[in-house]
């Protein structure tokens, strides 16, 4: 019996992550993770740049208002606000769940997808906890991707979810 060859090693697990119940089991069949690189430009479109221009619009025309009129300008400044917290805490959670991408995951070609199921989207509950936690403790949740072996952020974790390739 000295003569056989000892017996292969066993193969490595399915998708690389291990059995820890999350991206690398074989129930995620869905497309690649998403690199941190587009996650950053993505939230830098749809954090930033979005509603610092809807903020700078809303000011530009507060200013003119108010020459008229101060109240007038008081009011288009607090429309201006309800529309900037109805963006971040409305739009952005019911693209993210409905659709998977807002108007940056849609440049950066990559989308919010739910674990489970791993190509469709979250819907609007998870995803607007999904958003909820990761600005939790001055918005640290968004850094986890950075550290993270299956690039989720803390709100990821929370509501199941995973952002992939589109």
Known sequence: MSDMPPPPPPPPPPGGFGASGGVGDASYGGPPLAEVGPRVVAFLIDWIAIPFGIYVAGFILAAIVGIV???LGFFVSLITFVAVMGYAYVYIPMQEGNTGQTIGKKMQNVKLVGLENGSQPVGFGM????????GLICGLGWLLPFFD??????GDKVSKSVVVNA
Do not use: I, P, Y
């Open 69 to 71: 009129s101060d109240v």
């Open 127 to 134: 995803a607007f906890v999904r958003n909820f936690v990761n």
């Open 149 to 154: 072996a299956q690039k989720q952020t803390l």
